[in-house]
């Protein structure tokens, strides 16, 4: 019999919690990520007020340095800590695929100088469209379509950039190149990119809409990834037949493995709260695990190295929180999480190498306090623990510390 009935877990995106062990070997603009420090520089530089995370014990979270404004509690209503990252790399999929069970020991391709020539030769010749070398390397997705977007209304060529994630996007004006058209220009450029020398973890299709100064992405984003390279444990709780439900673009991120409940993308993150409390009220969801990426930290504000939005995206968030924990029942449990860092403060614009943050609660919970420093993929473990399936390739459940 399970523990909990029903396990949810919320990724904040990007919300890392201070550097890693091993940050150093992960540069940022030619700079070490030695130095990061997602929530502890926005705590530092702009202040950041999130009584309802601190009164589960993100301020309990061991650190050299306590979080400058986020206390600690005497009395905590739930179990927290930090969590490393064992995989070779700092994007989305690695992260969310090792707090899933895997451990990815050679990261994906990424192209610092833009995509070879033979690849965007390729795309051209399926699509009838030329590409903007110019756009071609990694780029702001803002910037790149305030650069570009004024020629692409003149010429219909296609805007392809990347970043220092593994990722090919192509952004298109949805009046100049339609959605149908873009999308099936990124399903092709997905079938070019699955094996070395250009395994790519996403492709990105970046729809927007307006006029030159004025152009605004829409919703109408669409990732098509890899599927993981062995069971998580999605596939796990699949296989046995628990309900398994997708908020945001997770089931992009696994590419629909070991999903059965996919409830959509999210339109911002107050959305994706709204999806996850109708998900969690559903009468048919008796028992089960819902995922949830909240994308919005990292996409508006940390590759845009803006602190001030990052902050009050964490505060609107936490202002949200009672929402959620009032939808849970007594024998549900909510885990929030993050899957990398994106310190705002920090040099350049890609991700950063970081500890995450965990906290616990549930309405059943007698006892409180810090779990011991452990790996992303203990989530998994516990989860695997709680419903009594095997677990995937790493990590160690701390269910039993959970009471």
Known sequence: ??????????????????????????????????????????????????PNMAKIGLGNIPREVPLKTVPAESNPTGYATKLQEVSLGKDTMTGHWEIMGLNITEPFDTFWNGFPEEIITKIEEFSGRKVIREANKPYSGTAVIDDFGPRQMETGELIIYTSADPVLQIAAHEDIIPLDELYRICEYARSITLERPALLGRIIARPYVGEPGNFTRTANRRDLAVSPFAPTVLDKLNEAGIDTYAVGKINDIFNGAGINHDMGHNKSNSHGMDTLIKTMGLPEFQEGFSFTNLVDFDA????????????????????????????????????????????????????????????????????????????????????????????????????????
């Open 300 to 403: 508006l504000y940390g590759h845009r190295r803006n602190a001030h939005g990052y902050r009050d995206c964490l505060h609107e968030f936490d202002e949200r929180l009672p929402e959620i924990i009032a939808a849970m029942r007594e024998d549900d449990l909510l885990m929030i999480t993050a899957d990398h860092g994106n310190d705002p403060t920090y040099a350049g614009t890609d991700h950063t190498r970081e500890y995450i943050p965990f906290l616990a609660y549930s309405p059943s919970f007698k006892g409180n306090g810090v779990i011991p420093v452990g790996h992303f993929s203990d989530i998994s473990a516990t989860i695997a623990d709680n419903f009594g399936v095997e677990k995937a390739m790493i990590g160690e459940s701390f269910l039993d510390k959970l009471n």
């Open 1 to 50: 019999m399970s523990k909990f009935k029903r396990m949810h877990l919320v990724v904040l995106d990007s919300v890392g919690i201070g550097a890693a062990p091993d940050a150093n070997n992960f540069v940022n603009a030619g700079v070490p990520d030695g130095a990061s420090d997602t929530l502890g520089h926005i705590s530092k530089t702009v202040g950041l007020n999130v």
